[in-house]
Nanobody, 127 residues
Framework: QVQLVESGGGLVQPGGSLRLSCAAS????????IGWFRQAPGEEREGVSY????????YYADSVKGRFTISRDNAKNTVYLQMNSLKPEDTSVYYC????????????????????WGQGTQVTVSS
């Protein structure tokens, strides 16, 4: 059974940190690019960060650049999103998605046809 499971969300004060995990089962994450997205109530889904499978290159939305870091541990079939200096506007449900890198894509990595999505984890930044 193919699954992506996010974890690590929670309540944190402004300025705090959280590390989200995206664990894959039923497929080998090594061959997949991973995108992190978030969606707040009443808002459109927003791409946050992306890491490729082929060379580990990364991409960040301007809103999180310098504060968030994406990384992957293929041995653990897991991708991480380290979130530092969190702000109230980071409050959202965070999702990870996997894209098999079998085709060359151009343009925004957040607009690619992801194959699998997780169920999301809630992140709340509040004092």
């Amino acid at each position: 059974q193919v699954q992506l499971v996010e974890s690590g969300g929670g309540l944190v004060q402004p300025g705090g940190s959280l590390r989200l995990s995206c664990a894959a089962s039923g497929f080998t994450l090594e061959y997949y690019a991973i995108g992190w997205f978030r969606q707040a109530p009443g808002e459109e889904r927003e791409g946050v960060s992306y890491i490729s499978a082929s060379d580990g290159s990364t991409y960040y939305a301007d809103s999180v650049k310098g504060r968030f870091t994406i990384s992957r541990d293929n041995a653990k079939n897991t991708v991480y999103l380290q979130m530092n200096s969190l702000k109230p506007e980071d409050t959202s449900v965070y999702y990870c998605a996997a894209l098999l890198e079998s085709t060359y894509y151009s343009g925004s990595p957040f607009l690619r046809p992801y194959d699998y999505w997780g169920q999301g984890t809630q992140v709340t930044v509040s004092s």
